[in-house]
């Protein structure tokens, strides 16, 4: 990968692994946002996060084996998408309840991995919360790929994925699958979570998938200006979190999401003074 990646530096890595996120992230908010499901990109998170506890102990215990816990996240983000979706046909009348039983499972599972595997607080801390300065060569290739995987799905099913956001009903009578296209769009959740724990950390994914088009959502006029802006202010939220973080030396997924806090509070606050006058 040296030939690839080999003369950027380790921030000029972090920085466009980060916008490759801040790119990525609200897009797909936007349809979790329109479908009102954005709290599934919270329980995958902690899913993924018993994915890498499982892939950082494994590494331990197996040393004949080389675990990237980034591939062992993102395996059970896939296997936990797909639970997610079976739960919601399980409880037709009350699908809302597979969100928390995922979340329940992560967590727990999480907490008994962690507490097993003998390894340093940093290294948790940069999963957990993110790290720019920790994106390898090998992690950039990863975020790289898995982005364009997302984009090139995203774009090949962009009418079914509005469709079943919008009106279900309407897509089963045109013949789309609703339990297929449910079943890729949150494999798109696992796959776009699991791209971007290395950037703001596996706590604050969600945030940087919703915010960015909560903000949006306050004045954009159509779905198209939703995407649109959402990825605008999420990529001026990558760039003012990780230039401040920088220079003041703190974490870069807490700052990232701060400044989509600050965002998402000036727009909240023109809209008003524009509404009023």
Request: aromatic content about 12%.
């Amino acid at each position: 990968m040296d030939f690839l990646f080999g003369d950027l530096t380790f921030i000029q890595r972090g920085v466009l692994a980060a916008l490759i996120v801040g790119f990525i992230c609200p897009l797909l908010g936007s349809f979790l946002l329109v479908r009102r499901v954005t709290i599934i990109s919270e329980s995958l998170s902690h899913v993924t996060l018993t994915g890498i506890s499982a892939g950082v102990l494994m590494g331990q215990t197996m040393q004949f084996m080389d675990v990237n816990p980034l591939y062992s996240g993102l395996l059970f983000a896939l296997i936990g998408s797909l639970l997610i979706e079976k739960l919601r046909q399980e409880y037709r009348h009350f699908q809302e309840l597979a969100i928390p039983i995922i979340l329940s499972a992560g967590i727990g599972l999480s907490a008994i991995l962690i507490s097993i595997a003998q390894t340093g607080y940093t290294e948790w801390f940069n999963y957990l919360f993110g790290s720019i300065v920790s994106v390898t060569q090998e992690d950039l290739l990863f975020i790289i790929v898995t982005a364009f995987v997302v984009l090139l799905i995203m774009i090949f099913f962009f009418k079914e994925f509005i469709s079943i956001s919008f009106d279900q009903e309407y897509a089963k009578v045109s013949g789309i699958s609703l339990k297929g296209m449910n079943f890729l769009f949150s494999l798109l959740v696992a796959l776009v979570i699991s791209m971007s724990m290395k950037v703001v950390g596996i706590l604050l994914v969600g945030a940087l998938i919703a915010l960015p088009v909560a903000a949006a959502i306050r004045v954009a006029k159509s779905f198209k200006q939703v995407m649109f802006l959402g990825v605008l202010f999420g990529e001026a939220a990558i760039l003012s979190g990780v230039y401040i973080s920088y220079h003041m030396d703190i974490a870069t997924g807490g700052t990232i999401v701060m400044s989509a806090m600050f965002i998402l509070a000036i727009v909240a606050c023109l809209q008003m003074i524009f509404s009023r006058s």
